[in-house]
């Protein structure tokens, strides 16, 4: 796999600080049932690399203190051995759980009553669905994964998720199919709902419009393709300074397997730490009492992919989500 990061610390990108801390972000793993094109982690079934228990334990205690909305991410999150017992026990709490998830999890051995625990536990659910043609999220994800994607959101469905009087949130995430931006997000998304809907009866609550990140795995191929600077020159001469006020380092940290803390779930994977107080690197641990509030963010050149166009976060497009 070819390193971006070269390329990308030589592009400068605009300043900015962080807000009120709102969210948790916890990588517990880059393990996954899948190897898709774009991911960013680089994750796949042969990954080892896990949160233990003790670390959980100390993600627990700074949620009791800091934080009260935890976004569970890897991987697939759900192949830690600890998955369900940090959902259970900040959901004890009151805190708000997201969990990321490629919804052909479901289907694993050893998850076959996953789908009834997220219900159980009442977490809003950020599942990956790049298209709702069968061509498109297969050549992205793989050789029966949409069947399989079909199959999980039913389910989901039938268990409340997705319908607004139950309370059961159910939101899917677009990612492009290559190195372009992603369409208007309300346009996509009732396209999404209409065809979902009339060929298969599934229905959801919001679709995520999220930009490739030209790091790991993505990166990588378009460095092979030669399509590298052509992509970052495209983020680039499509960057607002409206968005940098809602981009989601200004109000989420990203902890990693160790323990770590970072800006964002993608300076994560390039080990781009999160600075504070003059530390090269800094673990929750040392977080506990203190705040990040008002500390710099580490910014280079993938950062354009978060404020290109109508802007790009965990939570999908940035523009449309302030109007």
Known sequence: MRDTWPLLERIPFPPIRRAKLKTLQVNVGYRCNQSCVHCHVAAGPHRTEEMDGATVDLVLAYLERHVRTLDVTGGAPELNPHFRRLVRSARDMGVHVMDRCNLTILEQPGQEDLAE????????????????????????????????????????????????????????????????????????EADYKRVLGAEYGIVFNRLFTLANMPIQRFGSMLISKGQFDEYLSLLRNAHLDANLDGVMCRSLISVDYRGYVYDCDFNQMLDLPLRHKGRARVHLSELMNESVEGNPISVAGHCYGCTAGQGSSCGGALRQAAE
């Open 117 to 188: 625990f997220l219900a159980e536990q009442q977490v809003e659910i950020v599942a990956s669905m790049p298209c709702y043609l069968a061509e498109n999220v297969e050549r992205q994800r793989g050789k029966g994964v949409f069947d399989a994607s079909i199959r999980a959101l039913r389910r989901l469905n039938a268990l409340g998720y997705g319908r607004e009087e139950t309370g059961l949130v159910l939101n899917l995430v677009y990612n492009p199919q290559g190195p372009t931006l992603p369409p208007a997000q309300d346009a996509l």
